[in-house]
């Protein structure tokens, strides 16, 4: 299998899988490929008129994602599932898929029944929430949210700005130093998700993601960016904002939503990845739901 390093060129045929099933992870956007594949190796391949997605960490094993397949034929998934596991015994590496959804899940199982393990990763499901809920924030559940938010509209006078060819360059300077300030002591996670953002900013033209940004007196203070993930739901990707601004990140939370994607009903925030306090935020927004995801390895 001659597999392709992803590059911005690809962007076509990736999403022609993509858009032609009801996607269900954050993983499976070509934005968010695209952003992290400075940090990981990904690839693709397409065999068996299936879209086949492989990720290898530095110094770890590779997995790949479900494969895709545009008319979602079983048959031919099975096939290729079953022509990879020879290729990783050959190799003697361990066969790994990553990030199925419940429904992929519970379609391998029946593909192909007692072959694999599955493990339900917390850590990497994705947060799924209501957009009508984070645009209006009523009621007690929501009392913290808008109060940040509120205070935040009574101390400033702010305006909200699509991203576009004629704020993309200041949105990169404004980042760069944001980062620039705490770069000694960011962790490699975080140094790898700013190369990411600072290069899909430059890509933007190129990529599906809408952006929005808000403005203190002529000054960029936050900005977030995301994409369609499939017929009602929205994936936000990136969510950035200067923390001296109290409420900041309530007001371009609720503003890129209701500015952006108020015709569409729910919106996937990505995962929390275990990190306490990422998950605390996560959860402090009232979830619907976990949209969770599972990992497959061979059964001995």
Request: net charge neutral; hydrophobic share 35%.
């Amino acid at each position: 299998m001659q597999w392709k390093p992803i590059d911005i060129e690809d962007r076509g045929i990736l999403e022609s899988f993509f858009n032609s099933q009801n996607i269900l992870v954050s993983d499976l956007t070509f934005t968010n490929l695209f952003l992290w594949h400075y940090s990981r190796h990904i690839s693709y391949f397409i065999y068996k008129d299936c879209l086949l997605i492989k990720t290898q960490y530095p110094n770890e094993n590779p997995f790949i994602f479900y494969p895709i397949h545009k008319k979602n034929n079983l048959e031919c998934k099975k096939e290729v599932i079953l022509e990879l596991i020879q290729i990783c015994q050959s190799k003697g590496i361990p066969f790994m898929m990553k990030s199925l959804s419940r429904i992929d899940k519970e379609e391998l199982s029946l593909l192909l029944p007692d072959y694999f393990n599955f493990f339900y990763n917390q850590d990497r499901s994705d947060y799924i929430y209501s957009i009508p809920e984070l645009i209006e924030l009523k009621g007690k559940k929501y009392h913290k949210k808008k109060t940040h938010l509120n205070r935040f509209v009574e101390r400033y006078n702010f305006q909200y700005e699509p991203l576009n060819t004629s704020n993309l360059q200041e949105l990169i300077s404004t980042y760069q130093e944001w980062f620039g300030k705490s770069s000694d002591t960011a962790s490699s996670g975080l140094k790898n998700e700013y190369i990411g953002i600072i290069e899909s900013l430059k890509a933007f033209e190129h990529l599906s993601f809408k952006g929005g940004l808000l403005r203190v007196e002529g000054k960029i203070i936050a900005f977030s960016f995301g994409e369609v993930l499939n017929k009602e739901t929205i994936v936000i990707h990136i969510e950035k904002a200067d923390i001296e601004y109290q409420g900041a990140y309530q007001a371009i939370n609720r503003e890129f939503l209701a500015q952006e994607w108020s015709n569409y009903k729910l919106v996937n925030r990505e995962e929390d990845l275990g990190i306490p306090g990422l998950r605390k935020a996560k959860q402090s927004y009232q979830p619907l739901f976990l949209q969770e995801k599972f990992e497959v390895s061979l059964k001995k």
